[in-house]
């Protein structure tokens, strides 16, 4: 399974836009980048995931590089609640089990 | 349509006892997949599963450990003889097949064992 790289730890302040980085240099051509995350004692929980063209939805925006070697998930304005570890896992065309790594723990400010 | 159940939310067993531990998918869902998060840590995948079938179990300890989706009804990770080092949270998550849509997690269960 490819492998993704993410900072450990990211800060933010409330209402500013927020940029979570993911590296994937290994990214085959037949792998989906989703983004997760997971709040305080929940589940995990989607968020996106694209193949190679920018995705836009209700909670997010995801930015891949041409590449495809990295992308970015963007999200637009902080909230409080939006405090959490978020990953990004590559996932093969057929589906199958998704690879959790040690994700960005977000921080937001008020 | 509810998500994924997961039950009970919070388990206690003592040393030794069987630990049995259920998910229900959402439904239309064929695809279900086992995580395990101990304190501080990441989220670890153990096993996949459709109906009536193990996918893949490359995340699965050798021993005490087994699951299973019957044709009917939930699916079922088993414990045997619990040990301390079990504890954690114990994720289920489902997806429908074929496809490569968002996995929906359910809410897991907290085993604890004293």
């Known amino acids: 399974d490819a492998k993704t790289t993410q900072p450990n730890s990211m800060e933010s302040n409330e209402e500013e836009p927020v940029h979570l980085p993911c590296n994937h240099s290994?990214?085959?051509?037949?792998?989906?980048i989703h983004w997760y995350r997971q709040l305080p004692s929940q589940g995990p929980e989607y968020v996106i995931h694209?193949?190679?063209s920018n995705v836009n939805n209700r909670m997010a925006s995801l930015a891949i590089a041409e590449d495809r070697k990295s992308s970015t998930l963007i999200l637009h304005r902080a909230t409080l609640r939006d405090a959490a570890v978020y990953y990004c896992i590559l996932r093969r065309n057929q589906g199958g089990k998704l690879i959790f790594g040690q994700g960005t723990e977000l921080s937001v400010k008020p | 349509n509810a998500g994924v159940m997961q039950n009970p939310r919070h388990l206690v067993r003592r040393r030794g006892q069987e630990a049995r531990l259920r998910c229900s998918p959402m439904?239309?869902?064929?695809?279900v997949y086992w995580y395990r998060q101990l304190p501080e840590e990441g989220l670890k995948f153990m096993v996949y599963l459709q109906k009536e079938n193990i996918i893949d179990e490359s995340g699965m300890p050798k021993e005490r450990f087994s699951a299973e989706f019957p044709k009917e009804g939930p699916s079922i990770l088993r414990i045997q003889q619990v040990v301390r080092g079990d504890s954690a949270a114990y994720f289920c998550a489902s997806s429908p097949a074929g496809t490569v849509t968002e996995a929906f997690f359910g809410q897991g269960t907290r085993l604890t064992v004293v």
């Open positions: 439904k239309g869902h064929s695809h």
């Open positions: 694209g193949l190679t």
């Open positions: 290994t990214i085959s051509g037949t792998d989906y």
